[in-house]
């Protein structure tokens, strides 16, 4: 497997820079058999990430349904989009997100920003 860039794992840039809070969506492939080795991953990568400025909260869903195509889902809350370019922006960032492993994991990150909210 090739190695993925840590660009392929940075959500792209809108029309517009949001001002706001934003959360990232980050559908990740996994193979049957390799959700252990995944979520360890996951882990220990998702460390760098709660020590960053303007990071929220971090949940990481996994598909009830087996034979889903993405069946991880990470959903990461930032206090702005300058902070979590920032957090995505470092050389720190880059190395974790390019360690052996993590090639075998492709990813699709999203950026968005709450338009309407109904109920806590």
């Known amino acids: 497997m090739s190695q993925i860039s840590a660009e392929a794992r940075i959500a792209p840039t809108g029309e517009r820079t949001v001002d706001g809070p934003v959360t990232l969506m ?8 390799r959700d252990d080795a995944f979520h360890a991953l996951w882990t220990e990568t998702s460390k760098y ?6 990071f929220i909260s971090l949940r990481l869903h ?3 349904a087996p034979d889903a195509e993405y069946r991880w889902v990470n959903v990461a809350n ?7 370019r920032a957090a995505h922006g470092t050389d720190e960032f880059r190395r974790v997100v390019t360690q052996p492993g993590w090639e075998e994991f492709p990813s699709s990150p999203m950026l968005f920003e709450v338009i309407t ?3 806590p």
């Open 26 to 33: 980050n559908r990740f492939a996994v193979q049957p058999g």
């Open 49 to 54: 990430f709660r020590a960053q400025p303007g």
């Open 62 to 64: 996994r598909a009830v």
């Open 78 to 84: 930032w206090e702005s989009e300058a902070h979590f």
């Open 117 to 119: 909210a109904v109920g």
